[in-house]
């Protein structure tokens, strides 16, 4: 009769072991959905698109010269250019591609998109000087067109607009690594974990 008793007291533990085994291995599996979802959440909030604009002013003086009968006469036209440009450089973090490991709580991410730059120039023509030997056409408009953007796309190279638009996208990221420390979870990039110190490595 005893060893029935301790039977039935060693089965009854046993099941609620495995109760509480379940029930505990239930909630993890609970709060690892959670964190998911909200990680999940946080990309989702991130990714927009980030803009930082800028304003550029040029003058630039055109002249082409069409020779005719041997060079010996010749017809110049000249015009000068002032250049007022609205520019952007934006990240559009829509396209962030990533992957989340719940078993391992790693968020890998895959790509950043690159740099959009975009420039706007209003241009204007003063000066203009031209013969009806060299007169102007659609296609010097397109080399003053192709010019003005090549003259602003090194401005902008040399300005803070890039830099700054760079500092808006890692603070963008940043939110996405602190809610990753937060949790316990690791934020990994081209096989390398991202810590604070070196979240420069994203871009």
Not at 117 to 125: A, C, E, L, M
Not at 181 to 190: E, Q, R
């Amino acid at each position: 009769m005893g060893k029935k008793i301790l039977v039935t007291i060693g089965i009854i533990f046993l099941i609620v072991l495995a109760f509480r085994y379940c029930e505990f291995k239930h909630d993890d599996d609970k709060t690892t959905f959670e964190e998911t979802a909200l990680i999940q959440q946080q990309l989702l909030n991130v990714g927009k698109l980030v803009v930082t604009e800028g304003h550029y002013s040029e003058v630039l003086t055109y002249k082409n010269q069409q020779s005719y009968m041997m060079d010996m006469l010749s017809f110049e036209k000249k015009a000068l250019v002032i250049v007022n440009a609205d520019a952007t450089v934006s990240y559009d973090l829509r396209q962030i591609q990533y992957d989340i490991n719940e078993a391992t709580k790693t968020i890998m991410i895959k790509n950043i998109p690159k740099e959009e730059i975009k420039i706007s120039p209003d241009i204007k023509f003063y000066d203009v000087e031209s013969s009806t030997f060299n007169e102007f056409t659609g296609d010097d408009y397109n080399k003053i067109n192709a010019k003005v953007k090549a003259s602003l796309r090194k401005k902008i190279e040399k300005s803070t607009l890039k830099t700054n638009a760079k500092n808006r996208l890692l603070s963008e990221l940043s939110k996405i690594l602190i809610l990753t420390n937060t949790m316990d979870w690791k934020l990994v990039y081209n096989g390398q974990p991202v810590e604070d110190a070196n979240i420069n490595t994203l871009l």
